[in-house]
C-alpha cells in the first residue's frame, strides 16, 4: 500500500512539474509552439519513382512553413531544385554537380540561398564561369544518389561531382530497402558480389525491413502518446534533445541517430568507391564532404564517424572535406528547433567548399 501511494506521489509530482514548465514555454519560449501552420507536408513536392523511390514533381512549386521559417520552394522541369539548367554544357563553362539530401536540397531557406547556388555566386562575382547543379532530395541516402548521378547527374557533363555525406543517417539510410514509409533501392552483399535489390522500385508501399530493424536502446515509444506530445506540448519539443543527450552521457545510446550497423558502414564505404570509380571512368573529378551533426558541432556528440570515414578515405585515396571545423562550437549555422542549417549555415558552408575548390 505504501509502495502504490508513493509511486503515486512520484507520477503526480512529474505531472505537476511538467506541467509548469509547459506554462513557462508556452509564455516565454513561443519558438518551441507546435503550431507550424503546414500548408504543405515536405513530401508533397515528391512523387513514387520507380529508380529511387520517390522524387521531386516536375514544375512544382509550394510552401513549407514551421515554427521557424516560412519558405517557397521551386522544382523546375528537370524536376530539381531551383534555377533550370540544359543538359548540354555552353562552351568555355565548368560545372559541378551536388549531391546530397535534405542539406542539399536546402531544407528551411530559399532557392537563392542554398549553399549551391551562393557557390555558383561566389564563382561567378570572381570571374569563373562555373555552374552549380543542386541535385538534393529530401531523405536521400547514398545509394540513391548514386543512382542519380548514374542515371541523371552525368547528362549534365560535371567537372565536379560532390557528394554531401550527412553524418548523422545516411549510413542507417544505406541500410535498408524501406524509408519514411517508402519503398527504395539498396545494396547488398551477396557471395562476395555487391548487388542492388528492390530495382525497380515497387510502387505498393510494403515495408522491407534490412539491417537497421532495431530501434535505438533507451527511448520509449508508445506512439499515441508520443504523436500527441508532438502535436501539443512545448515543453516535449525542448526536452527531446536533452532526453537524447542524457542517454548517450549515460551510455545507453550511441548516438542521437540510432545508430548505425557494421553492415551499414561497409555497404556506404562499398557505394563511395563505386562513386569514385564511376567518376574516374568518365573523367570527372569527384569529392565527398562530410556533414556534421547539430550535437557534434555542440560536442556532446563523438566524431567516430568521421575518424571512420578519414581513414576509409586516406586508405582508398577518396577526396573529402571535413564541414566540423566550420560548425564547431557555432549555434548560429543551424536552426534551433530543426536540425538543419539556416541561411547564414548555407553562406558559410559555400564560402568553405569555395575556398577549397577555387
Known amino acids: 500500500m505504501k509502495l502504490l501511494k508513493n509511486i503515486i506521489l512520484l507520477v503526480a ?37 520507380s529508380e529511387y523511390g520517390w522524387f521531386h514533381k ?35 563553362t565548368k560545372r559541378i554537380v551536388v549531391l546530397g539530401d535534405s542539406f542539399v536540397f536546402g531544407s528551411g531557406v530559399e532557392d537563392d540561398e542554398t549553399f549551391s547556388y551562393k557557390l555558383e555566386s561566389l564563382f561567378k562575382s570572381n570571374g569563373k564561369d562555373i555552374e552549380v547543379i543542386n541535385m538534393g532530395v529530401y531523405g536521400f ?6 543512382l542519380l548521378l548514374r542515371e541523371e547527374g552525368i547528362r549534365y557533363s560535371p567537372d565536379v561531382v560532390i557528394c554531401l555525406f550527412f553524418v548523422g543517417n545516411d549510413i542507417e ?3 535498408r530497402g524501406f524509408e519514411y514509409s517508402r519503398n527504395k533501392p539498396f545494396f547488398v552483399f551477396e557471395n562476395e ?48 534533445l536533452r532526453y537524447s543527450y542524457l542517454l548517450y552521457k549515460l551510455g ?22 563505386k562513386m569514385n570509380d564511376y567518376c574516374y571512368k568518365n573523367k ?28 576509409f578515405a586516406n586508405e582508398n585515396g577518396l577526396n573529402y572535406l571535413d564541414l566540423f571545423p566550420l560548425f564547431a562550437h557555432r549555434k548560429d549555422l543551424n536552426f534551433v528547433i530543426d536540425p538543419h542549417w539556416n541561411k547564414k549555415g548555407h553562406e558559410y558552408v559555400a564560402k568553405f567548399l569555395y575556398e577549397k575548390l577555387k
Open 13 to 49: 509530482a512529474i505531472s505537476i512539474s511538467f506541467l509548469v514548465l509547459e506554462g513557462v514555454f508556452r509564455i516565454c519560449f513561443p519558438i518551441y509552439s507546435t503550431n507550424t501552420k503546414n500548408k504543405h507536408k515536405n513530401d508533397d513536392f515528391n512523387e513514387y519513382n
Open 58 to 92: 516536375r514544375n512544382f512549386s509550394t510552401w513549407i512553413e514551421t515554427q521557424e521559417y516560412s519558405t517557397e520552394v521551386f522544382i523546375n522541369g528537370k524536376a530539381l531544385r531551383g534555377k533550370e539548367y540544359s543538359y548540354e554544357k555552353p562552351k568555355h
Open 141 to 146: 541516402g547514398t545509394d540513391q544518389e548514386y
Open 173 to 175: 539510410n544505406n541500410s
Open 193 to 240: 558480389n555487391f548487388i542492388l535489390k528492390n530495382y525497380p522500385v515497387p510502387e505498393n508501399v510494403i515495408e522491407m525491413h534490412y539491417q537497421c530493424d532495431e530501434g535505438p536502446k533507451g527511448r520509449i515509444n508508445i506512439p499515441f502518446i508520443k504523436k500527441f506530445l508532438q502535436n501539443h506540448s512545448y515543453a516535449y519539443i525542448f526536452l527531446r
Open 252 to 273: 545507453i545510446r550511441n548516438s542521437f541517430g540510432g545508430g548505425s550497423s557494421p553492415e551499414g558502414w561497409d555497404i556506404t564505404k562499398a557505394i563511395f568507391l
Open 284 to 311: 570527372v573529378k569527384f569529392l565527398s564532404v562530410l556533414a556534421p551533426t547539430k550535437e557534434q558541432a555542440l560536442s556532446i556528440e563523438p566524431l567516430d564517424i568521421q575518424k571512420k570515414f578519414a581513414v
